[in-house]
């Protein structure tokens, strides 16, 4: 069984930074890609970045510049930097795991943005 644990968020104010982690145990295909996606009240899921076990990266554009995810020293970790955040990114950032046709989640972390 895999699992994906989160941890970072909290509140912050606007222009701020936070650091969001995220670990997967279990039984994981080496070939696989991890990435953050949040949810905000009344909206649904949206994908936030990408990254695959090469490196290869996927923004969406309301946080190109401001965002960045990357893969950690340990085996099947991501990391996620916010940088000049804004009241809009106040959502439940929630860790993803895809791996051939699977795809795994954690239960998600409040981030806050205080204007």
């Not at 970072?8 to 606007?14: K, N, R, S, Y």
């Not at 969001?20 to 080496?30: D, E, H, M, R, T």
């Not at 340990?74 to 809009?88: E, I, R, W, Y």
Request: positive net charge.
């Amino acid at each position: 069984q895999v699992q994906l644990v989160e941890s970072g968020g909290g509140l912050v104010q606007a222009g701020g930074s936070l650091r969001l982690s995220c670990a997967a145990s279990g039984s994981i295909f080496s070939n696989n890609a991890m990435g953050w996606y949040r949810q905000a009240p009344g909206k649904q899921r949206e994908l936030v970045a990408t990254i695959t076990n090469n490196g290869s990266t996927n923004y969406a554009n309301s946080v190109k510049g401001r965002f960045t995810i990357a893969r950690g020293n340990a085996k099947n970790t991501v990391s996620l930097q916010m940088n000049n955040l804004k009241p809009a990114d106040t959502a439940v950032y929630y860790c993803n795991l895809h791996a051939w046709v699977f795809d795994y989640w954690g239960r998600g972390t409040q981030v806050t943005v205080s204007s």
